[in-house]
């Protein structure tokens, strides 16, 4: 079975434009988490989706945004980029939005603000 | 005060040598996580815990649900074990998915 795929790897952007990150659920998982980890700290929980719907979201502001597809691969979406949303951004996959059996992580994808 | 607090932050050993890496949470939790994240980012997953302990290999993982601590045991650690080690909690209460990180513990094993 693969694993949860993350594109792209790296990413450097303009302040204010928009990005688009991408992650493929491991094959059965029906529940993608985002999270963004800046350096130095633990990951911090942007939001799930289970089943094409968000089910749950952290202290994050609506410019960032997300989807699911209905084969459960997932996006995010960041509007008007500052400085501070630099940071590893990793998805997660897991078959059930309570993670009974854990979690799949990608690698992340790097961005970085300028 | 985070909700999970990790020690020690940095912890250097010789190979061979017994680690163990603390976590303390504030919070009611379902579930506790140990991952392992490696330079390049990419995150694996360890243990999950509700009670008890788990073994795997030579990582072993327990947590006291009274006491609101974990621990992770490596024995008989060797250089490829150099990684951050995260604690994660399920907040009991909290939005499905959202695991709360502590700020992990940067191992480095030497030969």
């Known amino acids: 079975e693969t694993g949860v795929t993350q594109s792209p790897t790296h990413l450097i952007k303009t302040r204010g434009q928009q990005v688009t990150l991408r992650c493929s659920s491991q094959?059965?998982?029906?529940?993608v988490s985002w999270y963004q980890q800046a350096l130095g700290q633990g990951p911090q929980f942007i939001f799930q989706y289970y089943r094409e719907e968000e089910n749950g979201r952290g202290n994050f502001p609506p410019r960032f945004s997300g989807l699911q597809f209905p084969n459960y691969s997932s996006e995010l979406n960041v509007n008007a980029l500052e400085l501070d949303d630099s940071a590893l951004y990793l998805c997660a996959s897991s078959w059930t939005p309570q993670a009974d059996e854990g979690y799949t992580f990608g690698s992340g994808t790097r961005l970085t603000v300028v | 005060k985070n909700e999970v607090e990790q020690s020690p932050q940095n912890l250097t050993a010789q190979e061979g040598e017994f680690i163990t890496i603390n976590c303390s949470y504030s919070v009611g939790i379902s579930a506790l996580h140990w991952l392992q994240q490696h330079p390049g980012g990419g995150i694996v997953s360890l243990f999950m815990?509700?009670?008890g302990k788990k073994k795997h290999g030579r990582l072993i993982a327990t947590i006291n649900i009274q006491e609101k601590h974990s621990s992770l045991h490596i024995t008989a650690s060797h250089p490829r074990d150099s990684a951050v080690y995260i604690c994660a909690v399920r907040d009991y209460g909290g939005s499905q998915g959202n695991l709360i990180f502590g700020k992990g513990t940067k191992l480095s094993v030497k030969p």
């Open positions: 815990l509700s009670s």
């Open positions: 094959s059965g998982h029906n529940t």
